[in-house]
């Protein structure tokens, strides 16, 4: 993989995105980071380019990737608009192309599934719930998966349990069939999605991740 020194982030002012941020500034990478509103920011670092835009609008996700050398995405779905996450898939997917970038990491649900996975019935209930109670966003999710594994990206989506908004730094369980664990450190996510930047490990994988 290619030095990585630049990073675009999509979702980074969310409860897991704003911890993300955090540690990439600690760790002196530069930042482009899109948001809808920039002036309710109150940013003010020279690590950080704000770029103004949605998700959804390919000319916005084409600007904030330009000059980057991977993405790294917490979106997370709007309160009472429609579903985002394949429209920002298929959004970002051609904009890498177009800026031959190869790296994408992005999180997600444990509802999530693939052709690898093996359940136990605590995650099955989960991902039940999630179906009934959010049908449309649910399967709009199984859609980007679907979309990640037909790419030519070197993707890896993290599938997650609860976000607890902590920093606190501790072990961490990595499974590629099961959900181990009920919560998640938002700081422990955060390591975990920068060490995958510059690893081969779990490209093309979707792990589950839960704090030990």
């Known amino acids: 993989m290619k030095p990585i020194h630049r990073v675009a982030v999509i979702g980074g002012t969310g409860k ?12 002196n990478f ?28 390919y000319n916005a996700i ?5 000059g980057c050398d991977a993405v790294l995405s917490c979106l997370s779905q709007p309160v009472g608009e429609p579903t985002i996450f394949s429209d920002a898939t298929r959004n970002i997917l051609k904009a890498m192309a177009a800026h031959n970038i190869s790296r994408y ?16 019935e605590q ?7 999630m179906y009934e109670n959010f049908p449309t966003t649910t399967a709009d999710r199984q859609v980007e998966y679907q979309l990640l594994t037909d790419s030519h990206t070197n993707w890896t989506m993290v599938r997650l349990p609860l976000i607890i908004q902590t920093d606190d730094v501790g072990e961490i369980i990595v499974s590629l069939t099961d959900c181990p664990g009920n919560n998640i450190s938002a700081t422990n996510l955060a390591l975990f999605m920068i060490a995958q ?12 991740i839960a704090d030990k």
């Open 16 to 27: 897991s995105g704003k911890y993300l941020v955090k540690q990439l500034l600690k760790q």
């Open 30 to 57: 530069a930042i482009k980071l899109l948001h809808r509103k920039p002036e309710t920011l109150d940013i003010d670092n020279p690590l950080i380019e704000i770029v103004k835009g949605d998700a959804r609008d």
């Open 62 to 66: 084409h600007s904030l990737l330009a």
């Open 105 to 120: 990491i992005t999180t997600a649900g444990l509802n999530v599934d693939t052709p690898f996975d093996q359940k136990s």
């Open 123 to 129: 995650t099955q209930f989960g991902t039940r719930w």
């Open 197 to 208: 930047l510059n690893s081969a490990e779990l490209v093309n994988q979707a792990p589950f």
